[in-house]
Nanobody, 124 residues
Framework: VQLVESGGGSVQAGGSLRLSCAASGYTVSRKCMAWFRQPPGKEREGVSVINADNSTWHADSVKGRFTISRENAKNTVYLQMNSLKPEDTAMYYC???????????????????WGQGTQVTVSS
């Protein structure tokens, strides 16, 4: 199983980025897909989760600004990030693992597979 993130970069506050996470060796259609982030010197935190029936969860800090979506035909999950703030600066990780048709798993410990991460830097 391999998860490969892309789309990170450096933007100014108020800008947008779209992260992608492509899975290989694994079918994600029945799985929770999630984005986590780890700011410098801080713990990893959940950002957004999407389950098999496309229900979503977003952390309070990103609600209204970030949107998670999935494209099962491409085994890919996306994170559209708008109105970015300097506090969004972090390494962003894609994760998958649990079957979740009607549940949403938001804790890192519930995920089995992780990507290498993509850096997002937002300057003021």
């Amino acid at each position: 199983v391999q998860l490969v993130e892309s789309g990170g970069g450096s933007v100014q506050a108020g800008g947008s980025l779209r992260l992608s996470c492509a899975a290989s060796g694994y079918t994600v259609s029945r799985k929770c897909m999630a984005w986590f982030r780890q700011p410098p010197g801080k713990e990893r935190e959940g950002v957004s989760v999407i389950n098999a029936d496309n229900s979503t969860w977003h952390a309070d800090s990103v609600k209204g600004r970030f949107t998670i979506s999935r494209e099962n035909a491409k085994n890919t999950v996306y994170l559209q990030m708008n109105s970015l703030k300097p506090e969004d600066t972090a390494m962003y990780y894609c994760a998958t693992g649990p079957d979740c048709l009607f549940s949403l798993y938001t804790r890192a410990a519930e995920y089995d597979y992780w990507g290498q991460g993509t850096q997002v830097t937002v300057s003021s």
